[in-house]
Structures are given as C-alpha cells and as structure tokens.
C-alpha cells in the first residue's frame, strides 16, 4: 500500500525534450509544459487505479500487476502494455518505446520515463 495517496507535483526535469522525442506537437508541448498536476493513486493489492488531473485534463488507468492491460500513453493513444512490481515501493512498465518507472520514497512519488538517452522526471509531493 505504499503508494496510496494525493500527490502534486513539485518539479519536472526535461519536458520539452521528451514531448518533442515522443512526437508531441509544439504547440500542446507549450501548453502543456507550466501545468501543474496532481495524481492520486489507489492500490489494492496487485490492483492500481491512477487518476492524473493536468489543468481540465483527466487521465485514468486501472492495471493489474503482471497482467497486460489497455493504458493511455503519454500520446494520449491507447496501448497495451504489462506493469510490474519490484520490491514494494516501484512500478515498472514498458510502453512502445517508453520506460516508465514509479517510486514512492517517503512523501515522493518520483516518475521517471525514458525515451532513448532522454529521461523526463516528475517528481511529486504527497499531500494526503
């Protein structure tokens, strides 16, 4: 249950590069870059629900440990892709040519997600 709670997030590092890697168009990538989020997370058991709030934009995705699943990428296209445990405080998971990696550390849920040599990083606050 390491990860159940309301984060926001505090600080990213390499937005731009990475929307640009992924195929974002300049544009949403301008829109997109100064938005705050929160995220709250529910976990139970093997069984995840994440909820990401950006601005008026909601993204949902319900996963099984270990059981491929239909998730929204962060494209905004549908892909299937399988979520992992390892250990008890990190979600791993492969999408297309995505590596997204989720950690709680103390009140920090830290996401990272790596497109070739670029890594975009977000780290959050637990706030309840």
């Known amino acids: 249950m390491a990860f159940n709670g309301h984060y926001e997030l505090q600080t990213q ?10 195929g974002l168009s300049d544009d949403l990538i301008e829109k997109g870059k100064d938005k705050k989020s929160t995220s709250e997370i529910v976990e139970t058991g093997d069984h995840f629900k994440i909820t990401v709030t950006t601005g008026s934009r909601v993204l ?3 996963f099984t440990i270990g059981q491929e699943t239909e998730v929204d990428s962060p494209t905004g296209e549908k892909v299937k892709a399988v979520i992992n445990r390892e ?14 990696v ?6 920090q849920l830290v996401n990272a997600m790596t497109v070739g040599d670029i890594v975009y990083k977000r780290i959050s606050k637990r706030v309840s």
């Open 102 to 107: 989720t950690e709680v550390t103390g009140d």
């Open 13 to 22: 590092e390499n937005f731009v590069p990475f929307m640009k890697a992924i």
């Open 87 to 100: 250990g008890n405080n990190k979600l791993v998971a492969k999408i297309k040519n995505i590596t997204s």
């Open 60 to 62: 949902i995705n319900e």
